[in-house]
């Protein structure tokens, strides 16, 4: 397509500061409908288009700033005779995320008639004006995501449209090899609510004072890295209007008041000014914002002591501020630590002044911010939040949410408090919030969302620097909002503050929206718990697709790199989604211009890498060629495969020839003695990396041989450090050479699977993983879980597998879990609650599992041109599914009948099947479609 379009930016802005909003307008007149119409767009960070006022879709996609893509929408069906308006909200984060680098505000949009002739581009003919109902002076949602939306739609002001400034050409900026959109536009769907859970009042909301580290000591910053410090003192005094003690909320702070440390948030105040000084919890890792929430009980109010305003005071270090990349990692960034443990000196010094004259005479100068400098974070208000009954008219008609007939929910002032309503979805979605409600100018309406809350009602929070929330400030009247970010959780909470009226909610619910997946794979059996697991990890799949695969949907939807190896073996065995397997690749891929392996979550603004992620990635490769045949793109990618194991090539250790490296060594959330420069567990799954070459290679007619003489290398090194006392390898080398006095079960299973142990370790290397000893460290996750049920069926251990999954997802049913979680239960000590997340897709493994081995469908060429059919029929009566192929569903069932065993099977046409004999069909006559065998 040839792009004729430029970029454009409001005149009055530069594009760069943080949290932008903007609209852009281009109206247009026409004869007659055309016949075909098409609009190519594309922004930065994020568009929402509307054509006539009918929301036509969001966008773009994730990618590097130097493979920028464009969406195509085909338009036709919304343009009229006459009039037409094309409209676009574009929001520039100007913030680091973990799902896309932002360069500069940008908007580019190119319309194509065909009939007509005509073409309509960005250029100065447009209009463009900052949205003024949009606060840009928010904190981030979290470390991963975009900032907060607040949209105060009380501000009466209109919009400033002028003439659009044009910032360049489609190809001269930031944004480079521009080409469309390589996987399907995100679906929407209307869900509703599924029942009332109940409502609280609460109190009001705290007195916040939040710094925005990050953008105050380097703004226009968009990296997003651990090593990166914020050293600042924060001072003010709190002015008390009687003595008391009070309960703070603290994020990624410590603070003391008069020259006391706050424990556990309480501090004592005294009537009248109480120097209160602050400073980060830690100076390096991923929370940048530094807040601190007094109860609006309490009444207190802050002043800026320096010069006696509304405001406070920040004292800056900058010899001890700093960006860095994570590479090397926190526990290898000796500058780093040197930078903590020195600011480490000057807090505790600070934390004890007790008066403001002390605190003056250490810092006679400081930098000065007012209220408006501050950032505003709505969430601690529900975070912090403290709930009372509801009382008899405070609200009426509850349920009418969960309906679209018309009638309201009416929530009345409460002095004194504010309402809360919570909602259940009946299961755990994804999507942008949709509301419409009548209400008094100056209403609040805070939206959050949860994943989980135990039986009891106590709300899990993912997360203290999650903020899962948006705030809509009403007009006068009538107000209606679609958010412009989608957002996860199973329970809504409406919040209805400073109500000087009645309230009348005409309608609350969530537009899905996730990849358009087509559920063609399918399972049934007769145990229905197997049934139930298929399914809430099928859910779990489709929410945590959108333009890539993600972790999760609620907390950070990045693109994991390891995370996608194991998603994407789940959705071909359920959706297909084969576009979005080949773009996790690709754009995983890119990451090599800029990183010696394959980065960990790309696109992103944290500079990192997971050996272990790095190398999933190259047998998600060969997995992914092998599936579909698409030797095609095998070739494409196999420059990247390469470069990728060069990478790894050149961080052998010359002294045990196995992987050494100062990066992130993750494979589990266990206690893996991981923190060191030898990983055990990176020199195995460089094994299996260098397999999956080979294996590609062979296919595309490559040279191998090098990779296969690597390969053999680095087995005898593993194999060398073989501890015979412990009979287990240990799961690292400490940088002096010392070697670990932990073991775990996953260094033994990997070596299974990916035929790194010699023979004579086989027999102990078995016993660990099938009957691992209680000094071994287990599996912690079902992440890590998938890497041993493959190894089970390695070593012919199937039924294993089975146990092990009504071992691990069982307990996920007990809870009623619509999805599967991230972790097993206190792994990531997660106190009260089973897990951290509570839909993560790494976990979706009955996906790939239950349809091998209880429909006995198994792969047996590449290009899914023939398959095997050996349904595992242990403790069942019969089963029944199927899963998809490029070439269409391949369907197989059973039934067991006394001592006969009936198994029908189906496949596209030129698929071939055949029926393979396994263990659980001894003594049986088996009849395969029909025919005795």
């Not at 909003?21 to 960070?45: G, K, Q, W």
């Not at 990635?617 to 599936?627: A, F, L, N, P």
């Not at 242990?874 to 001592?899: C, D, M, Q, Y």
Request: aromatic content about 10%; some cysteine; overall charge negative.
């Amino acid at each position: 397509m040839n792009i004729t379009a430029s970029w454009i930016w409001p005149a009055d802005s530069d594009g760069r500061g943080f949290n932008l909003c903007s609209v852009f307008r281009r109206d247009f007149r026409l004869e007659s409908v055309p016949a075909s119409a098409r609009i190519l767009i594309t922004a930065d960070s994020y568009y929402r288009l509307k054509i006539n006022g009918q929301w036509i879709g969001d966008g773009p996609a994730r990618a590097y700033p130097e493979h920028y893509q464009y969406d195509i929408y085909d338009i036709s069906c919304y343009l009229r005779p006459g009039l037409n308006l094309v409209e676009a909200t574009v929001r520039y984060y100007g913030c680091g995320t973990f799902h896309q680098i932002p360069q500069r505000g940008g908007f580019l949009a190119q319309i194509e008639l065909t009939g007509p002739g005509q073409t309509i581009v960005t250029d100065g003919s447009w209009l463009a004006a900052r949205m003024p109902q949009w606060v840009e002076n928010t904190v981030k949602s979290s470390i991963q995501q975009a900032p907060l939306e607040i949209v105060d739609a009380s501000v009466a002001a209109g919009f400033d449209w002028k003439p659009a400034a044009v910032v360049c050409c489609a190809e001269e900026g930031p944004w480079r090899g521009l080409h469309p959109r390589d996987v399907k536009p995100l679906s929407r769907r209307e869900c509703l609510f599924r029942r009332y859970v109940g409502g609280h009042r609460v109190a009001k909301e705290p007195l916040v004072v939040a710094i925005p580290a990050d953008r105050l000591l380097f703004p226009g910053d968009t990296t997003v890295n651990h090593c990166n410090s914020f050293p600042v003192l924060i001072a003010f005094t709190v002015e008390s209007p009687q003595s008391q003690m009070v309960h703070l909320g603290l994020e990624n702070v410590k603070v003391s008041v008069n020259g006391r440390s706050a424990l556990n948030g309480e501090v004592s105040l005294k009537a009248g000014s109480n120097l209160l000084v602050a400073a980060p919890a830690q100076l390096t890792g991923h929370r940048p914002n530094y807040e601190i929430a007094f109860p609006a009980d309490a009444g207190v109010s802050v002043r800026n002591f320096y010069n006696g305003g509304e405001g406070v005071a920040i004292v800056e270090f900058p010899e001890l501020a700093g960006l860095a990349e994570d590479i090397p990692y926190v526990w290898a960034n000796a500058p780093a630590a040197e930078r903590g443990a020195a600011f480490s000196r000057i807090v505790n010094a600070a934390l004890a002044l007790r008066t403001v004259e002390e605190f003056l005479g250490q810092y006679p100068a400081a930098r000065l911010l007012d209220r408006a400098e501050l950032a505003l974070d709505p969430h601690c208000a529900f975070q912090w939040r403290e709930p009372f009954p509801l009382e008899s008219g405070d609200v009426e008609n509850p349920e009418a949410l969960i309906y679209t007939d018309g009638d309201c929910t009416t929530v009345n002032p409460a002095p004194g408090y504010d309402i809360e309503l919570c909602y259940d979805l009946g299961e755990q979605n994804v999507g942008f919030w949709n509301f419409a409600l009548f209400a008094p100018a100056g209403t609040v309406l805070d939206i959050a969302a949860l994943e989980y809350m135990t039986p009891d009602g106590r709300l899990q929070h993912t997360g203290s620097n999650y903020r899962n929330l948006m705030r809509y400030i009403c007009r006068e009247g009538y107000n209606r909002y679609s958010s412009m970010r989608r957002r996860s959780g199973r329970y809504l909470f409406l919040t209805v503050r400073n109500a000087a009226g009645p309230v009348r909610i005409q309608l609350a619910r969530l537009v899905e929206s996730t990849y358009p997946v087509v559920r063609e794979g399918e399972f049934n059996a007769s145990d229905c718990r197997l049934n139930r697991i298929y399914e809430i990890s099928a859910r779990t799949m489709k929410l945590c697709m959108e333009d890539t695969f993600t972790d999760c949907p609620l907390y950070e939807q990045t693109l994991w790199v390891g995370d996608a190896r194991n998603e994407g073996l789940f959705a071909m065995s359920v959706f297909g989604a084969y576009d979005l397997v080949r773009r996790c690749i690709r754009l995983a891929g890119q990451s090599l211009e800029r990183f010696p392996l394959v980065g960990c979550q790309v696109p992103s603004g944290w500079s990192s890498i997971i050996p272990i992620w790095s190398f999933m990635w190259g047998i998600s490769v060969q997995e992914y060629c092998y599936e579909t045949g698409d030797l095609a793109f095998g070739r494409e990618v196999w420059p990247m495969v390469c470069k990728n194991l060069e990478g790894a090539r050149s961080m052998i250790d010359p002294e045990t020839g196995l992987l050494r490296t100062l990066a992130w060594n993750l494979f589990d959330w266990s206690k893996t003695d991981c923190d060191h420069p030898v990983l055990l567990q990176n020199s195995m799954f460089l094994v299996g990396a260098l397999t999956a070459a080979i294996e590609l290679g062979e296919s595309l007619g490559e040279p191998v041989e090098a990779f296969r003489g690597q390969r053999e290398e680095l087995k005898r090194a593993i194999n060398a450090q073989w501890d015979a006392r412990k009979l287990a390898w240990p799961d690292s080398i400490h940088a002096d050479g010392t070697v670990s006095e932990d073991a775990s079960m996953h260094t033994s299973m990997l070596a299974l699977l990916y035929d790194a142990a010699n023979p004579e370790h086989v027999a102990a290397a078995r016993a660990n993983t099938v009957t691992p000893r209680a000094e071994l460290i287990r599996v912690a996750s079902p992440f890590a879980a998938l890497y041993l049920y493959e190894a089970f069926e390695k070593i012919g251990m199937a039924d294993e597998i089975l146990k092990t999954i009504y071992r691990d997802y069982l307990p996920m049913l007990r809870l009623g879990s619509t999805t599967v979680w991230e972790t097993f239960p206190a792994a990531l000590n997660t106190g009260e609650f089973p897990t951290r997340s509570h839909c993560h897709g790494w976990s979706a493994a009955p996906l790939y599992f239950l349809p091998r081995l209880v429909l006995g469908i198994l792969p047996a060429a590449p290009g899914a041109m023939k398959f095997r059919i050996s349904p595992r029929i242990t403790g069942l009566e019969f089963a029944s599914g199927a899963r998809p192929t490029i070439h269409g569903r391949v369907e197989a069932g059973w039934e067991r009948k006394g001592n006969e065993l009936f198994i029908t099977a189906r496949a596209p046409a030129g698929v071939e099947l055949e029926y393979l004999e396994n263990d659980t069909h001894t003594d049986l006559q088996v009849y395969f479609n029909g025919k005795p065998v």
